[in-house]
């Protein structure tokens, strides 16, 4: 079974800060690029942050530059998204999945989790 899993969703203030993780199972993370993304009901899911398979700095979309942080752990087959400073705009449902390479175009993500949902509300 070839799995991805998205943890660490919850309801939080303004201000807050959650941390998501994506676990992989039956297969390794290791020779992939692996990205975030958020989707808002009705609305087309977009890229947040992409981390690449190899020395290649990660890409953040202006909109969480200086709050979301990813990061990852080869050897635990699993990343992270570190969200720093939450706004109600960041609600949405996330999303991890995987990529030959890094790269922002949606198509070239084959392996999806089921999503995780945020929210940033008083």
């Known amino acids: 079974q070839v799995r991805l899993v998205e943890s660490g969703g919850d309801w939080v203030q303004p201000g807050g800060s959650l941390t998501l993780s994506c676990t992989a199972s039956g297969f390794s993370l290791q020779y992939y690029a692996v990205g975030w993304f958020r989707q808002a009901p009705g609305k087309a899911r977009r890229e947040v942050a992409v981390?690449?398979?190899?020395?290649?700095?990660?890409y953040y979309d202006d909109s969480v530059k200086g709050r979301f942080t990813i990061s990852r752990d080869n050897a635990q087959n699993r990343v992270w998204l570190q969200m720093d400073n939450l706004q109600p705009e960041d609600t949405a449902i996330y999303y991890c999945a995987t990529a030959a390479r890094l790269t922002t175009y949606i198509p070239h993500f084959g392996q999806w989790g089921q999503g995780i949902q945020v929210t940033v509300s008083t």
């Open positions: 981390i690449s398979d190899n020395y290649q700095a990660p």
